[in-house]
């Protein structure tokens, strides 16, 4: 065995209660052949009754100083989470890049604002163009968050409510009218109209003939194969009917009879006199209609009745057809659905019909002779 290994250990010195414990010697450094060895120089401790002095912050970056860089830890911090809670979350804050948007002001505890006007943070993402004829007011204006949720919202759209028919209604109103458009009472504005720019009056999504064809498909299709077009639904359907909201059947601009039958009061044609002359059925002998028999009335002596006046409706159809004056092939007659034929045939001088109404008559502007046949 070494004779290291045989020496005895020292006795345990017991520490003083009051004695702080020695601090263990550095082990000893052996020195490079020749030299004397090197010491380690003692460490100078602290006094027991003068506390330590607090080593001063660190300077902030230059960064940091221009405000703090804020990102992941604003929204899982719990003080900003519910962010993440929207149905759709705006990437830059489902990326956590706070900064993106909003900067710490300096010196001040937990205030922000932002890095830039706007429009300038919305367009270093988001293409903007300005290019249609006409301009929505929050959107000529830059005023992107008038409609938007910078952060999130229930829409792909990222809009400022639930659905895009109650953001209109924070600066547009429905008429509180006996008829409603479908699409205005469901708050589908968006059916009709964009809600940036267009080239069509209203932010129309087309021309306002092709957007009407869309739900109304199948007249659509009759006045496009007509023969004979009405010239308001020529120029635009907004001619004769409103698009949101109306006190009248159908939408109508105008008080217009709703039935077969009705007696003849000129508020009950005041669409038709919107274009055409009420001394058309004012008088029964008159020279201002092609409808006559010599010089009697016949549009007089249809429409004026006490009870069953015949309303523009028995010979008419508003919109189009494949007859002169727009007479119509065939009306709706009764709850049952029959339609009654009208079965009207033109003449140099007049015409004659062959109606479900009567048996067939002639008329003729010249001779005045009425035939039943």
């Known amino acids: 065995m070494p004779p290291a290994a045989r020496l005895a250990a020292p006795a345990e010195r017991k520490q003083p209660p009051d004695e702080k414990p020695a601090a263990a010697a550095s082990p000893a450094v052996k020195p490079p052949a020749g030299k004397a060895p090197i010491e380690k120089p003692p460490v100078k401790e602290t006094p027991e009754e003068q506390p330590a002095k607090e080593k001063p912050p660190a300077a902030e970056p230059a960064a940091a100083a221009a405000g703090k860089v804020y990102g992941p830890d604003c929204l899982r911090s719990g003080c900003h989470s519910d962010l993440l809670e929207k149905p759709v979350v705006h990437g830059p804050v489902d990326a956590g890049a706070c900064n993106r948007c909003h900067q710490a002001i300096q010196g001040e505890e937990h205030a922000f604002k932002l890095v830039a006007e706007e429009e300038q943070i919305c367009v270093a993402c988001h293409v903007i163009r300005r290019d249609r004829k006409v301009v929505h007011k929050p959107f000529e204006k830059s005023s992107c968050l008038a409609c ?111 039935g077969f039958y009705a007696p003849y009061d000129e508020t009950s044609y005041a669409l038709c006199f919107h274009c055409h002359a009420r001394d058309l059925f004012a008088e029964p002998e008159s020279k201002l209609t092609g409808f006559r028999n010599g010089d009697r009335n016949l549009h007089y002596v249809h429409v004026h009745g006490e009870e069953k006046g015949r309303t523009c409706r028995v010979c008419h159809d508003a919109h189009a057809s494949n007859a002169p004056k727009l007479m119509a092939a065939s009306v709706p007659y009764g709850p049952g659905g029959w339609r009654l034929p009208v079965g009207f ?22 001779s005045g002779t009425t035939k039943a046949k």
Not at 191 to 196: A, K, M, Y
Request: one cysteine or more; a neutral charge.
């Open 148 to 258: 938007h949720d910078p952060h999130g919202g229930a829409t792909r759209e990222l809009l400022a409510a639930e659905s895009a028919g109650k953001l209109c209604l924070d600066c547009h109103s429905i008429p509180e009218e006996k008829v409603v458009h479908p699409p205005v009472r469901e708050g589908k504005c968006a059916t009709c109209h964009v809600s940036h720019q267009s080239d069509q009056a209203a932010l129309l999504r087309k021309p306002e003939a092709e957007v009407c064809a869309e739900c109304h498909g199948a007249l659509a299709k009759k006045i496009a194969e007509a023969k004979v077009v009405h010239k308001p639904v020529r120029e635009g359907c907004q001619g004769c009917h409103w698009a949101h909201a109306s006190p009248n059947i159908k939408l109508l601009l105008f008080p217009y009879a709703a």
């Open 345 to 366: 045939e033109p003449t140099p001088t007049g015409g004659k019909c062959a109606s479900g109404c009567h048996a067939t008559k002639s008329y003729d502007r010249g």
